[in-house]
């Protein structure tokens, strides 16, 4: 009896290590460049690209929202950089993280909330662009892109709208979902940068069930009044 309780306890204990170590595992997929979302436009960027020297260094960059791919569902998303330090490959497999490691995600999460429903054209999509980079590569306080750990200049109109965006004082227009997806590797040639998606969240189905009940008793108020 006791050798069989034995073999049953660790037949549970076996089942509750493999299911744990499935809970380990992040999830992957795989992302397929396609352009740009909405057009880009050229600038530079200055930030600590080598840690070996002191000061930050220039880059020319293209900044805007990318078109991509998820291969494993055939899904197009708009992807946006929050790695200045990697260039974008053409395709590669990414990790599904958690977006709340990023620097500053609760900033991150206002900009989306207050911003991202007026992406709709070139302008607004490098000004997304170029105020995500500021937000998760600044470690100073406040945002500029002229002071700071990152700067940007040469992108006109859309810099100074992005300027604007990072003060993030208005309200909360929106409630947007954001998702990250990320090489794991640093240090590594055949890296690719790490990307975020932004998604609408939906109302849950009770609160659009309450506002459907809200709207209808409102149209049969307004019939028993006129009657």
Not at 4 to 26: D, K
Not at 102 to 123: I, W
Not at 159 to 173: I, Y
């Amino acid at each position: 009896m006791q050798s069989r309780l034995f073999r049953v306890l660790n037949a549970l204990l076996l089942c509750g290590l493999v299911s744990a170590s499935h809970q380990v595992v992040a999830a992957s997929t795989t992302l397929h460049y396609q352009g740009a979302a909405y057009g880009s436009l050229n600038g530079t960027i200055r930030a600590d690209f080598n840690p070996l020297k002191n000061g930050l260094e220039s880059k020319k960059v293209a900044a805007g929202g990318f078109d991509m791919l998820e291969t494993s569902t055939g899904q197009s998303l708009i992807a946006w950089c929050v790695d200045v330090f990697h260039s974008l490959n053409d395709q590669f497999e990414y990790t599904i993280g958690n977006p709340s490691s990023l620097n500053r995600f609760d900033d991150l999460q206002k900009l989306a909330n207050q911003r991202y429903a007026q992406v709709t054209d070139k302008t607004t999509s490098v000004a997304f662009q170029l105020a995500i980079w500021e937000i998760v590569t600044d470690t100073g306080g406040g945002y500029s892109l002229a002071n700071g750990a990152f700067k940007a200049s040469g992108f006109g109109n859309a810099q100074a709208l992005a300027g604007e965006w990072l003060k993030l004082d208005g309200q909360n227009t929106g409630n947007y979902k954001i998702s990250y997806f990320y090489d794991g590797i640093l240090q590594d040639k055949k890296s690719s940068q790490n990307l975020i998606t932004v998604s609408s969240v939906p109302l849950p189905g009770t609160a659009l069930l309450m506002l459907s009940a809200l709207g209808f008793g409102a149209v049969v108020r307004r019939r028993r009044r006129i009657a």
